[in-house]
């Protein structure tokens, strides 16, 4: 039999005489297509970029995208001389010869004292001579780090250091970071912690020449005197004014020791 009105014109009808609610159709009646309730669900996830801008504590952040440009929200100037790219596992990365340089301005916002991670990704070419080293970054007479003719990566606060366990030489390119809390100096190589060094010294803010990327660094701010240049590919270059971060995710890895040796 053929109704003489609309099916859901009766319902209303019987609904109303039967005190039915009127309410939001529950989720059975939506569907799985329905939206979601937009008070309780939560905000989607925004991956942060490498240089996040909005970090105050990231004080330097050289991604070697085109132009080579510190992109931490300082914006620093960066003199780059004859520094080439190159490609880290589809990512802009930089070749570094014996006659690259890159100096960064003395600057108070890099003068760190109580807590202070370094990170980087290195591709060393072949082993420093004996008794020499590739000097990933120096703020001279303050914190450094470098990769010795032992294959090791060094962490450096003042006069004291501390070196990881030797990096395989495998031609690709390996996580180095170095976090110091004044308790602690410690050296990661792919997100795990491979040795610990006692140190409680404030950094010094002596330094006058500014910071050096793949260069230990001498002279002044005006004129900076490089030496000993790290040669190599070189990445993602770091400095933050903050010890509490995941070094391990960094590295792009999962469950690193976080033990000191």
Request: hydrophobic share 40%; charged share 25%; glycine share 6%.
């Amino acid at each position: 039999m053929q109704l003489g009105f609309p099916m859901r014109t009766l319902w209303l009808v019987v609904c109303a005489s039967a005190g039915c609610s009127f309410g939001a159709p529950d989720d059975d009646v939506l569907g799985p297509d329905a939206s979601a309730d937009p008070v309780t669900d939560p905000p989607p996830v925004v991956p942060r970029a490498i240089c996040d801008r909005e970090d105050a504590s990231l004080r330097l952040c050289v991604d070697f995208r085109e132009p080579i440009a510190d992109r931490s929200s300082r914006a620093a100037p960066i003199d780059a001389t004859a520094v080439s790219p190159m490609d880290r596992d589809g990512d802009p990365a930089a070749e570094l010869t014996d006659s690259s340089t890159m100096h960064i301005g003395e600057a108070l916002a890099l003068d760190i004292q109580d807590r202070l991670t370094l990170d980087m990704w290195i591709r060393p070419a072949g082993t420093p001579a004996s008794g020499e080293k590739y000097w990933i970054l120096d703020n001279n007479q303050q914190y450094a780090a470098s990769f010795t003719d032992l294959r090791k990566a060094r962490c450096v606060i003042g006069s004291r250091f501390v070196d990881s366990d030797p990096l395989p030489d495998d031609g690709q390119f390996h996580h180095v970071a170095c976090t110091y809390d004044r308790t602690k100096l410690k050296v990661f190589v792919d997100g795990a912690l491979s040795r610990c060094e006692d140190v409680t010294d404030a950094i010094s803010s002596t330094g006058v020449s500014g910071l050096a990327i793949g260069a230990n660094l001498s002279g002044t701010d005006a004129a900076p005197v490089f030496r000993e240049p790290f040669v190599g590919g070189i990445d993602d270059v770091r400095v933050w004014a903050r010890t509490d971060l995941d070094i391990c995710a960094m590295a792009h890895q999962t469950d690193c020791n976080p033990t000191c040796p």
